[in-house]
């Protein structure tokens, strides 16, 4: 299926792995010129040689920048123009009580799931309107929806992006431009499988159990019974980023496998 995305240039924070590496991926395939972001410039580096040895053809760069740093964040905004797909990726997250979290974490977290996707929009979406064509995607979580009581402080960073995401989209009307969030589920990204696998040895047990066994514990309701893959919420960005998706448009778009229990 040819979704008209050939020539368009696109951004994506925090795509050296998981998710925003396989939107890439995806994008590549699509003919689009990506530039992906990662604060470590030798994993930046690794990432870059992969992209382009699965596609030799692609036009493909990196930008290093860590976004809990205002100066590093101002260096790469200076070398972004012209942008007709940004994909607001960046994030990290961390098991914690909320007796255990400090100002400084709460700072921290809101400063790289929130601040970062601020200041990207900020700088390219007016850029997009001038042109009357752009996408604008906010990769979000159900833990914005379903805040897990050991991440308040993740879940909260996750409800303030959509609320960015549905705030912006109000400035497209009439335009060709569109702003959307995704809702994704428990995905199995790089970060989640590290911790599974530290668990799975620090308890003796298979990989595969672990994640079982961390699915039943923190979603027994999931409809997909399983982890999510990285590509199957890209499949979904891939699709908002294209003009085939037009309809859609400040709305949160779920691919959280049926974790969700709301309508």
């Given at each position: 299926m040819?979704?008209?995305?050939k020539g368009k240039r696109a951004f994506i924070s925090g795509s050296t792995q998981g998710i925003g590496f396989a939107i890439a991926q995806q994008l590549l395939a699509e003919?689009?010129?990506?530039?992906?972001?990662?604060?470590?410039q030798v994993k930046l580096n690794n990432s870059l040689a992969v992209l382009r040895r699965e596609f030799?053809?692609?036009?493909?760069?990196g930008i290093a920048a860590d976004f809990s740093d205002r100066e590093q964040v101002t260096g790469l905004l200076d070398q972004l123009d012209e942008i007709d797909i940004l994909i607001n990726n960046v994030g990290?997250?961390?098991?914690?009580?909320?007796?255990?979290?400090?100002?400084?974490?709460?700072y921290r977290i809101f400063e790289i799931n929130v601040m970062s996707s601020v200041s990207l929009s900020r700088k390219l979406l007016p850029q997009m309107l001038k042109n009357n064509w752009g996408r604008v995607i906010f990769i979000s979580s159900e833990s914005g929806i379903n805040i897990p009581g050991n991440m308040i402080h993740y879940g909260m960073t996750k409800s303030a992006m959509m609320a960015v995401s549905n705030g912006l989209s109000k400035l497209t009307k009439g335009t060709e431009v569109t702003v959307n969030t995704i809702l994704g589920g428990p995905t199995y990204s790089d970060g989640v499988a590290n911790t599974v696998e530290y668990l799975a040895n620090v308890q003796n047990?298979?990989?595969?159990?672990?994640?079982?066994?961390?699915?039943?514990?923190?979603?027994?309701?999931s409809l997909i019974g399983r982890f999510i893959?990285?590509?199957?919420?890209?499949?979904?960005?891939?699709?908002?980023?294209?003009?085939?998706?037009?309809?859609?448009?400040?709305?949160?778009?779920?691919?959280?496998?049926?974790?969700?229990?709301?309508?």
């Amino acid at each position: 299926m040819d979704l008209n995305l050939k020539g368009k240039r696109a951004f994506i924070s925090g795509s050296t792995q998981g998710i925003g590496f396989a939107i890439a991926q995806q994008l590549l395939a699509e003919a689009v010129e990506v530039i992906i972001n990662g604060r470590d410039q030798v994993k930046l580096n690794n990432s870059l040689a992969v992209l382009r040895r699965e596609f030799p053809d692609a036009i493909v760069s990196g930008i290093a920048a860590d976004f809990s740093d205002r100066e590093q964040v101002t260096g790469l905004l200076d070398q972004l123009d012209e942008i007709d797909i940004l994909i607001n990726n960046v994030g990290i997250f961390e098991l914690k009580d909320f007796t255990a979290l400090t100002d400084e974490d709460w700072y921290r977290i809101f400063e790289i799931n929130v601040m970062s996707s601020v200041s990207l929009s900020r700088k390219l979406l007016p850029q997009m309107l001038k042109n009357n064509w752009g996408r604008v995607i906010f990769i979000s979580s159900e833990s914005g929806i379903n805040i897990p009581g050991n991440m308040i402080h993740y879940g909260m960073t996750k409800s303030a992006m959509m609320a960015v995401s549905n705030g912006l989209s109000k400035l497209t009307k009439g335009t060709e431009v569109t702003v959307n969030t995704i809702l994704g589920g428990p995905t199995y990204s790089d970060g989640v499988a590290n911790t599974v696998e530290y668990l799975a040895n620090v308890q003796n047990l298979s990989v595969e159990q672990m994640k079982m066994g961390i699915l039943q514990q923190t979603n027994p309701h999931s409809l997909i019974g399983r982890f999510i893959n990285p590509a199957e919420i890209a499949n979904l960005a891939i699709y908002l980023s294209s003009p085939l998706s037009l309809a859609t448009n400040g709305a949160s778009i779920r691919a959280d496998g049926g974790v969700l229990k709301t309508v």
